[in-house]
């Protein structure tokens, strides 16, 4: 059932997805025994990767539940929603589990999360199997599928970081049998990732299919870094944060930060010079609903009449915890967070709590009930942030290129970097805030809460935000799914403590 599913969306993805670059007039109807023969075949098959990482397969259309692929839905909410940085307003039994920190196998957000990752590794394994015999541009063929081995890599990268051992498909699998393997452990699933993006690091050289949405060389080079740092941080091995300083150095010089924050998510700007990848949801790469549900999701409800959002619902807002972080000096608290909202008339309405305004461009798009902003999967800030880390783990202390990577993150927020701690504890507790300032609700303060923390401190700084949450050091995995260990007969085995 999954095999035709999915071949019924990559057909759907054929249809819908080819409308990019090298794009020409399909001649005669395309059938299963004729796919991948020809270089727009290649072509489609690999656009269809990008329908997973944003539409998901959703045969019912909006309201169906499997809408929404790994980047539109939960990926971006969850990693703040199971941290310090947000809490949920949804009725929801699932997202407010995820908010309390009392999640289990059976949670549909991260069952949801685990599908769409692994939906996408499946379209990137039917690029790297089927298109290499096709006869087509050489270095065309090359690019396609080091853009597969690039979602692939990155789609693993936050699976082993959220679930720890996970099986490791390598190829298409023909059957639902196929399917059920054992969990690889997390080294080796490592080892694949890096294997991955080398080679996307060599091969992602085709200038028609770069930026708006497709990654660039350096997008791989700038993932890298990231799974470099996190290896390290994993092992303790200052031979990969060594690996993470030098990608990072590599690829700064070619994405120079904009000289405002707020810059960074007007529309105008929306693939800026400090995007090494973002996600596009305006529909040129896929058929997906424009925007993502940044506004829909974070945005609270708001009088229309008076100059309001269309749409927004408020399902998340930020902790009084994130927004007393903020000092009011820093240029990003008012980009990131409000407590009220001036309408049109010039009167205003005051909220009990804090929302993310980041994504919204309002003078751009004033009813923002569909909007063309990116989801900033990779930036140049965060380059800064990882070089800083890393020398700090190396020299067990700040050397002076490590406080100067943040000395840039920070002037740009109109911050004085002159109090920033010279000790190793010190200067990484200071690495994390900054990361939390910089990165709010861009998918990763999970992520950095369980790379950074101790088991009692990521418990301690949950507490302090959530009283009411019950975080607990298992809460440094996810657990797998419920429903994929039953459709395995078993093969699937759980995470400690779920």
């Known amino acids: 059932m999954k095999k035709i599913l999915f071949t019924i969306a990559l057909l759907i993805g054929t249809l819908s997805s080819c409308s990019g670059f090298l794009d020409e007039e399909p001649k005669g109807n395309i059938t299963t025994e004729s796919y991948y023969k020809t270089q727009q075949h290649a072509i489609s098959a690999t656009n269809a990767i990008y329908d997973f990482l944003i539409i998901g397969y959703a045969p019912g259309g909006l309201w169906d539940s499997n809408y929404g692929g790994v980047f539109y839905n939960d990926y971006w909410v969850l990693q703040d929603l199971f941290a310090d940085n947000a809490t949920t307003n949804l009725a929801s039994v699932d997202y407010q589990s995820v908010d309390n920190m009392q999640i289990d196998q059976y949670n549909l957000p991260v069952q949801r999360l685990w599908r769409d990752f692994y939906q996408t590794i499946k379209a990137c394994n039917v690029v790297l199997d089927r298109v290499p015999p096709i006869e087509m541009d050489a270095n065309l063929k090359k690019h396609l599928l080091a853009e597969a081995r690039f979602f692939r890599a990155m789609m693993y990268f936050d699976l082993v970081r959220m679930f720890g051992d996970v099986p490791l498909h390598k190829k298409d699998v023909e059957t639902s049998e196929e399917e059920n ?62 690996l993470a300083a030098k990608k990072a150095d590599e690829v700064i010089p070619h994405f120079p930060m904009l000289t405002e924050y707020g810059d960074l998510f007007k529309i105008a700007n929306r693939f800026n010079s400090e995007i090494i990848y973002g996600v596009n949801f305006n529909g040129s790469l896929s058929a997906g609903w424009k925007g993502g549900q940044f506004l829909v999701r974070l945005l609270p409800k708001l009088d229309t009449s008076k100059g309001g ?21 820093d240029k990003r608290k008012d980009v990131t967070l409000r407590k009220s909202f001036v309408y049109d008339d010039g009167s205003t309405e005051t909220f009990k709590k804090p929302y993310f305004f980041k994504y919204w461009d309002r003078q751009a798009e004033p009813k923002g009930n569909t909007s063309d902003a990116i989801f900033p999967a990779i930036r140049t800030a965060e380059m800064y942030l990882i070089k800083a880390e890393a020398l700090n783990e190396i020299n067990h202390a700040p050397n002076a290129e490590a406080l100067a990577a943040v000395k840039v993150v920070r002037d740009r927020a109109g911050l004085s970097s002159n109090a920033l701690p010279s000790d190793y504890a010190g200067f990484k507790k200071a690495l994390l805030n900054e990361y939390r300032l910089e990165f709010s609700m861009e998918g990763r303060r999970w992520f950095d809460l369980t790379r950074m923390c101790t088991p009692q401190e990521f418990i301690d700084i949950i507490k302090t935000a959530k009283p009411e949450a019950t975080p607990k050091s298992i809460h440094f995995l996810f657990p797998i799914p419920q429903y994929d260990r039953e459709l395995s007969h078993g093969v699937l085995t759980q995470n400690e403590g779920y």
């Open 181 to 242: 393997i054992p969990r690889s452990p997390r080294d080796e699933v490592y080892e694949f990732i890096i294997a991955d993006l080398k080679i996307a690091e060599q091969d992602l050289t085709y200038a028609g299919r770069m930026g708006g949405g497709h990654p660039y060389t350096l997008s791989a080079s700038a993932l890298l870094a990231r799974v470099y740092l996190t290896y390290g941080a994993l092992h303790k091995d200052n031979t990969y944060f060594q």
């Open 309 to 329: 959002p269309d749409n927004a619902q408020g399902w998340e807002s930020a902790t009084e915890n994130l927004y007393s972080t903020f000092s009011n000096s």
